[in-house]
């Protein structure tokens, strides 16, 4: 068994949607297809991954560094003992070779395309949902009863009001979400407090409501909207300060009573091991978002929950930022707390296909195999396009 091709692709985000710090009108995404020289049911098959959202495709690396250093490698190197599928592990550490240990940079999204897309095609060659084989795997007890989901959205949009939030949190009760999370930091104090106060005032129950400020806040900010949320005990408060700023994080929760929320920026074992070490974080109530799709892949990913575990934080814990089908299938296999989803945001890449089911604040994964990428409209034509069907 080979891999006979690795293709790439750049795919446009859509959405002209804003957080406190970035516009996402021009952000793109890598498209990944790992072709193999099986078949299954008449089918060749490819294993297809992406490297989650909101850092940018990584093409370059991927065409200059990573996929010739698998295409020249042994074939049979790449396998697991049993040589019947691809060894993730391997399939990192050659995608890897010659780089430099720290500098956990875009080559991180880059290396996690490749390897998620490694899941894909395993999950596919037994014909099993990636969620099944990814709990095999790792002899995990996937989640039987739906992921706990919650909808990210209330994105600043030119001219908004707060009846606009309202209806857009709305549409989200009625698609099945019961909890939300909307972006801070965009706005004056007191309007980020208008429109909290809107969101809770949907969602029915200011625990439903997680706010983010996306890193942007110094510490005196982030102290002050700490003390004005403080009352409503709301979900979570998300990146306060700037993602490595650790000593930030430890200032405010020593003076925040609330849960944070922190990590999507972090981008590997190390530096989780960093955030652990100084951040402070209260294991019994902070909440952890490391990415696997940002943060070279699953393998990387076993490492980071084990320091996690090793800090004293559960599973439950871990709700991987990136609101897709990739992460669904991790945090079903591996029940971890949850999942994000950008009900009609990021799309191609975000949110769930119809097959997928939200219901009751629950998600559902499909019995598609692999991650079922293949299943959500939006993203069906450019995979027919990258494959060259
Ligand atoms: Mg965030």
């Not at 490297?51 to 190197?77: H, V």
């Not at 019961?178 to 106060?197: P, T, Y």
């Not at 430890?250 to 955030?275: H, K």
């Not at 994964?365 to 034509?381: I, M, N, R, V, W």
């Amino acid at each position: 068994m080979r891999i006979k091709a690795i293709h790439e692709k750049t795919v446009q985000l859509q959405g002209n949607i804003a957080n406190a710090v970035v516009d996402f009108s021009k952000h793109t995404v890598s498209l990944v297809a790992v072709v193999s020289d099986q078949v299954r049911n008449g089918k060749v098959v490819a294993g297809l991954a992406f490297n989650s959202i909101g850092r940018f495709a990584q093409g370059g690396i991927m065409r200059e560094r990573m996929i010739p250093r698998l295409m020249e490698a042994d074939p049979a190197s790449l396998l697991d003992p049993t040589g019947s599928r691809f060894d993730p592990d391997i399939v990192s550490a050659t995608v890897m070779r010659d780089e430099k240990p720290g500098g956990h940079g875009d080559r991180a999204g880059a290396a996690a395309a490749l390897e998620l897309a490694v899941w894909d095609l395993n999950a596919k060659l037994v014909d099993e949902p990636a969620y099944q084989h990814i709990a095999k795997a790792f002899a995990q007890t996937p989640i039987t009863q739906g992921a706990p989901v919650y909808a990210a959205g209330g994105y600043y949009y030119a001219g908004e009001s707060n009846q606009r939030l309202a209806d857009e949190l709305k549409s989200y009760l009625v698609l099945g979400y019961q909890a939300f999370k909307i972006k801070i930091g965009g706005a004056s104090l007191a309007e980020d407090m208008g429109r909290i106060e809107t969101a809770i005032k949907v969602a029915g129950n200011s625990s439903a409501v997680a706010v983010d400020a996306n890193g942007r806040f110094n510490l005196p900010t982030a102290l002050a909207y700490g003390k004005e949320i403080a009352p409503y005990n709301l979900r979570w408060y998300e990146e306060p300060g700037d993602p490595l700023d650790f000593d930030l994080l430890a200032e405010l929760g020593g003076q925040y009573q609330g849960s944070m929320a922190t990590g999507e920026n972090l981008f590997s074992a190390a530096d989780t091991q960093n955030l652990m070490r100084y951040a402070r974080l209260r294991p019994d109530q902070d909440i952890l978002q490391m990415d696997p799709g940002l943060s070279y892949g699953l393998s990387e990913y076993q490492e980071i929950l084990k320091l996690t575990a090793d800090a004293g934080f559960t599973r439950s814990q871990c709700v991987p930022h990136g609101g897709h089908l990739i992460n669904l299938h991790i945090v079903t296999a591996l029940g971890l707390g949850g999942c994000e989803a950008y009900p009609g945001v990021f799309n191609p890449f975000g949110g769930y296909s119809a097959q997928c089911r939200v219901q009751d604040g629950r998600v559902f994964p499909s019995d598609a195999p692999g991650f079922g990428l293949e299943q959500k409209t939006e993203l069906a034509p450019h995979i027919k396009n990258l494959l060259g069907a």
